[in-house]
């Protein structure tokens, strides 16, 4: 680590943030295509703990991810003041102030960021062919530095890509599973706000709320 490290995590709604990390893992093919939201929670649910960390099972650590209140505290030991905590809700309900805040605490200027990168870039998609998404993801990766460097040439490839073979998700997160997850998740949001009016933090999303 180096010694004036500074490092951001923004917080999402851990319900939402498992559903879209489920929408992710389909979209690359990680996990399979038929797999219901309700039948991944049950995999995450039987799976023994020494069998998620492992790198292999990846794919059903979703819901231990949600659980933010012991990570936080980790990286508040290590980092202190160097830690900073912000909420995934102020970044949809105004890009720019919450960029701009981060800039302020990185002492950089907002005014020099180009507006245009300011976009979403990793929609999640289902797409119509495993095989070639393989293939989509595979080229991309060979391509890295040259996207890097010069992004503008990506974007008619991505374009046109996923006009001919993503199409949106249907997924669906019924009350049921909601419930269930906002009781799961319920003590350690209470925890992690706890932690973070420590940090002198007030404003909080709604999720937050207790």
Known sequence: MLPDSKVIVVLRDPVQR???????????????????FESY???????????????????????EGGLYANLL???NSTYGDNLKVCFFDDLVSDKNNFTSDICDWLNLNFNEIDS???????????YRSKALQKFAISFDRSLEGLWNFMPFIKKPFSFFYNLFNSKPHDAVLNISSKKELEEFYAKDIE??????????ISKFPEWMKV
């Open 73 to 75: 505290e980790t990286w």
């Open 18 to 36: 498992l559903f879209s990390f489920y929408k992710y893992k389909l979209s690359l093919g990680h996990i399979p295509s038929d797999l219901s």
């Open 191 to 200: 925890k992690t706000r706890l932690f973070l009016e420590q940090k002198q």
């Open 116 to 126: 245009k990168k300011m976009v979403i870039e990793n929609k999640s998609m289902l």
């Open 41 to 63: 929670l049950d995999k995450c649910k039987s799976m023994p703990l020494d069998e998620k960390i492992k790198k292999k099972n990846y794919d059903y650590w979703g819901m």
